[in-house]
C-alpha cells in the first residue's frame, strides 16, 4: 500500500515517514495537496498551527473530505487529527469535518501538554496487541472535542480528552506514535492493516 504523507510546509516528516515504512507500506511526501486527493491512503503528520495547516490545504480541502468521506483510510497525527474536525479556537479556517466537532485549549495548570501519558482505549482494532497501561509521547495546547461517538481513546492531564478516534478507516491520534516506541509503532501498523482491509 502507497501511504501519501501531506507535507503541509511545517516540521520533519522523517520520524513519521520512517516509522509507517517499518509498518510495511511504502510511503510518498506530497507537497501539492491536490494530489492527496487520489491517494490510496492519506497522513496528516502533527506538527505545526492550524491555521496554517488548513490555508495549505486551501482549494484542494474539498476534494480532500469527499475522498476520505467516501472511502480513502487516513491517519491524522496531533495537529493532523485536529485538523479533521470542523474548526479550532487556536486560529481561523475552515478544518476538513470529516469529524464532527470543534478543537478548543487544553484546561490544564501547564501548557502544552508535553511528554509521556497514559492512554486508556477501548477494545479496538488501533490498539491491538498493545500493553494495557502503556504509556505515548504528547506535544499539544489543543483538544478535539468530538460531537459524534468516535473517541476510542482517552488521556487525562488537567481534564479528560479524547486521545484517540476512529470512524471505520479513519483514525486520529492527539499522541505521536512515532515517537512513542514500540506501543507507537504498534499503533501506526495496526493503522496500516485497518487501511490495507479497507481498500
Not at 36 to 57: H, M, N
Not at 174 to 197: C, R, T, Y
Request: hydrophobic share 40%.
Amino acid at each position: 500500500m502507497m501511504v501519501s504523507i501531506a507535507d503541509y510546509g511545517v516540521g520533519n516528516l522523517h520520524s513519521i515517514s520512517k516509522a509507517i515504512e517499518r509498518s510495511g507500506a511504502k510511503i510518498r511526501v506530497v507537497k501539492d495537496m491536490s494530489r492527496l486527493a487520489g491517494s490510496e491512503c492519506i497522513v496528516f503528520p502533527g506538527v505545526g498551527a492550524f491555521g496554517a495547516a488548513v490555508e495549505k490545504l486551501g482549494p484542494a480541502s474539498e476534494s480532500i473530505r469527499r475522498s476520505i468521506t467516501s472511502g480513502t483510510p487516513a491517519l491524522g497525527v496531533c495537529l493532523g487529527m485536529q485538523i479533521m474536525f470542523e474548526r479550532s479556537e487556536e486560529s481561523p479556517g475552515d478544518g476538513l469535518s470529516v469529524f464532527k466537532g470543534e478543537v478548543e485549549r487544553l484546561s490544564a495548570a501547564r501548557v502544552p501538554h508535553m511528554g509521556w501519558n497514559e492512554v486508556s482505549w477501548d477494545d479496538d482494532p488501533l490498539f491491538d496487541g498493545v500493553p494495557p497501561g502503556s504509556e505515548f509521547y504528547f506535544a499539544n495546547s489543543y483538544v478535539c472535542r468530538p460531537e459524534e461517538e468516535v473517541t476510542i481513546g482517552e488521556t487525562e492531564y488537567g481534564e479528560r480528552f479524547a486521545s484517540a478516534v476512529r470512524k471505520g478507516a479513519v483514525c486520529g491520534v492527539q499522541f505521536h506514535p512515532e515517537k512513542s516506541g514500540l506501543p507507537g509503532l504498534k499503533v501506526l501498523s495496526n493503522f496500516v492493516k485497518i487501511a490495507e482491509d479497507a481498500i
